[in-house]
Nanobody, 123 residues
Framework: HVQLVESGGGSVQAGGSLTLSCTAS??????MAWFRQAPGKEREGFAT???????TYTDSVKGRFTISKDNAKKTLYLQMDSLKPEDTGMYYC????????????????????WGQGTQVTVS
């Protein structure tokens, strides 16, 4: 049973930076992604990475956020720079056999694993 645990969330001023981590008990899935959910809105994906390290992003975060992973540490990262108030929300990592940004939308399979989330607040 794979478990994902996010950490690194917090409060930051606009223009600041945060780094989120997602530690996995195992890495059986070759694709991982970051999602977020703002209050009153649906959860949306915005960054993915595959087994070769290839990354995709939605336009809302491209150029500001960087997804990466360390296979030896079984950890997924999200470096967030130039944060904006609209980046506020609960951030989740996910792992599945399918995850990519296609035509501006992040898609992910339905049989993967999700973390419990970590809160990011930008003011």
């Amino acid at each position: 049973h794979v478990q994902l645990v996010e950490s690194g969330g917090g409060s930051v001023q606009a223009g600041g930076s945060l780094t989120l981590s997602c530690t996995a008990s195992d890495f059986p899935y070759n694709k991982m992604a970051w999602f977020r959910q703002a209050p009153g809105k649906e959860r949306e994906g915005f960054a993915t990475i595959n087994g070769y390290g290839f990354t995709t992003y939605t336009d809302s975060v491209k150029g500001r956020f960087t997804i990466s992973k360390d296979n030896a540490k079984k950890t997924l990262y999200l470096q967030m720079d130039s944060l904006k108030p609209e980046d506020t929300g609960m951030y989740y990592c996910a792992a599945d056999t399918t995850a990519a940004v296609v035509a501006g939308t992040c898609i992910i399979g339905s049989g993967g694993v999700w973390g419990q989330g970590t809160q990011v607040t930008v003011s």
